[in-house]
């Protein structure tokens, strides 16, 4: 089974393709850090017109990369929600062309469910249910994945995602954009003890997350402590966070033999570090997959639709687009 893949829902223009059996034929990526960086953060007119340039010589790339033509493809995946609506209808109108041109079924794919499937494409032997924690710049969830489709949300952020308290706390301490590898960078040069800030929720029942205290404080301590101190603190206190938080979901996993971790953030050393120690701590296996599968790529998006086409899971050609789309 050959599956193409393609992502389009924020700053990353990406084609790949997978097979039934795990192999990644090819994935290209296009990133957009230079058109975006002089405003600090993405811009979605400029991401959904750069989308539009890339995506085409994208797949022709992957298509070339993988040694297949479109007529070998059994399947287009195109990610159709959640993110920017522009970026979405770019990959999702493109998908269905290649798909209409080729013959072949469209599956319509939750860009969430394509990072809460990835460690299955990294690790086959990971077994269901498992516990993911699913870390990336606009979503912070803990989730029971029991199955393809089968989603059962433990917990998510009151208010930002971890990524996105990344970028903007990188941004309040002028590291740049994209903001969350910046911040690692910077803090490895720091103190995590150096300057106290807030662990929001942790310690509540319920194991939802909050990170809209912990920038605030980080915006009043800008000044008091060097950059490096305060990424540092800033950094331990999220995994502060997220530890706690997933500790207190693992008790309600019921059936997990693994905790996951994916999303953006995943790909930070200190959060993977820390959730794998909590892991050991409670008999579970621990699987993250590897960095270039944890932020934003479209072999997971591949990979996601090889899992739904397998399920006989295909979507129609006037699938819309859905800027808003929880798992
Ligand atoms: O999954 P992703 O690529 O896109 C979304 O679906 O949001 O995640 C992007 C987020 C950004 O907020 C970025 O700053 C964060 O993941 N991120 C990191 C690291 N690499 C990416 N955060 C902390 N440490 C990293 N090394
Ligand atoms: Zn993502």
Request: hydrophobic share 50%.
């Amino acid at each position: 089974m050959l599956i193409l893949g393609l992502e389009s829902s924020c700053d990353e223009t990406a084609a790949a393709i997978v097979t039934g059996d795990r192999r990644v034929l090819a994935h290209a990526l296009a990133g957009q850090e230079e058109a975006h960086r002089p405003y600090g953060g993405v811009v979605p007119e400029i991401a959904a017109r750069a989308h539009v340039e890339v995506i085409g010589p994208l797949v022709e790339r992957a298509l070339r990369e993988a040694d297949v033509r479109l007529s070998d493809i059994d399947a287009v995946a195109a990610t159709a929600g959640p993110g920017l609506i522009g970026g979405v209808m770019v990959g999702l109108v493109t998908g269905k062309a290649l798909a209409h041109a080729a013959g072949k079924p469209l599956v319509a794919v939750n860009h969430l469910e394509g990072h809460a499937l990835s460690p299955r494409l990294a690790d086959p032997s990971l077994e269901l249910p498992y516990l993911l924690l699913l870390v990336s710049g606009g979503h912070c969830q803990l989730l029971l994945v029991e199955g393809v489709g089968a989603y059962r949300r433990l917990a998510t952020t009151i208010d930002d995602a971890a990524g996105e308290a990344f970028d903007k706390t990188a941004k309040l301490l002028g590291l740049g954009f994209p903001g969350g590898p910046a911040v690692e960078r910077v803090a490895k040069d720091g103190d995590p003890k150096a300057v106290p800030l807030p662990r929001p929720l942790t310690g509540t029942k319920e194991p939802h997350f909050s990170f809209a205290g912990l920038k605030a404080a980080v915006a009043r301590a800008v000044g008091t402590a060097s950059a490096a101190d305060l990424a540092a603190s800033f950094q331990q206190a999220v995994v502060d966070c997220l530890v706690d938080r997933t500790k207190r979901a693992i008790g309600r996993a019921t059936g997990a033999t693994a905790l996951v971790v994916a999303g953006g953030v995943a790909a930070n050393g200190a959060v993977r570090a820390a959730l794998e120690q909590l892991a050991h701590a409670h008999d579970l296996r621990f699987v993250a997959p590897p960095l270039w599968l944890c932020t934003d790529n479209a072999a997971m998006i591949a990979w996601a639709g090889a899992e739904r086409f397998a399920a006989g899971l295909t979507d129609p050609l006037d699938t819309l687009a859905r800027p808003r789309w929880p798992l």
